[in-house]
């Protein structure tokens, strides 16, 4: 079975093929196929995101296509930065542009206010097959960077329950609470169960 990762970031393909272990499953990437057209992401949900370009890369590759959308919610900030995540800084920004104005906009609120969530939805999509996974993680944002794991806004997350930040962790630790690797797994499951059917 061959999957195809519908992005060029080289994090989020690292972490996603370290959570979907399979010796049965190809995974590639648009890496592999520099002519695949970049999709642009207007949607106003994860969930339409995701699907949007697992649906489009699939119809230009023919492969299926696994995508994912992920969202930062902050509490004290009504859920944003959600769905503009990562270009919440501006269109060309880096990570820390984005833990920089999160850091700014939080200054001066107490850690009790500071609660978030990390969300991410995973589509699946290719011949008659539509799949969709959600993982949730829950958190506070910290009041400075701290750790050079992860990426995006890992740096100032810290999971309930934990005294380190997402990007304090190694990979394997990260990918077993992680939204994203909650996701995933979830969507191992599926996968495991179409293969079964085929």
């Given at each position: ?9 080289k ?5 996603i093929k ?14 592999d ?6 999709v642009i992401e ?9 699907l ?8 230009y590759?023919g492969?299926?296509?696994?995508a994912?959308d ?5 509490e ?11 270009r919440?800084a501006?269109e060309d920004?880096?990570?820390?542009d984005?833990?920089?104005?999160m850091?700014?906009?939080l ?18 999509f ?20 701290s750790?050079n794991q992860g ?8 999971p309930?329950?934990?005294?380190t930040?997402?990007?304090?962790m190694s990979l ?27």
């Open positions: 079975m061959k999957i195809l990762l519908a992005t060029h970031n994090n989020k393909i690292k972490e370290a959570a979907l272990k399979d010796p049965e499953i190809e995974i590639l990437s648009m890496d196929f520099p002519d695949l057209p970049d207007d949607g106003d949900t994860l969930e339409h995101n995701s949007k370009k697992a649906k489009e890369i699939y119809q590759s492969i299926t296509t696994l994912d992920t969202g930062l919610e902050v004290y900030l009504n859920g944003e930065p959600g769905v503009f995540s990562a919440w501006g920004c880096s990570y820390e984005n833990n920089r104005k850091l700014r906009e200054n001066g609120v107490g850690i009790d206010k500071r609660n978030a969530v990390f969300r991410c939805v995973i589509t699946l290719g011949e008659n097959l539509h799949k969709t996974t959600e993982g949730v993680l829950k958190g506070k944002i910290i009041e400075k960077l750790g990426f995006g806004y890992d740096p100032i997350f810290q309930d329950g934990y005294d930040t997402l990007a304090e394997d630790d990260k990918n077993r609470i992680s939204h994203r690797g909650l996701a995933v797994k979830a969507m191992a499951e599926v996968i495991c169960r179409i293969k079964k059917d085929t």
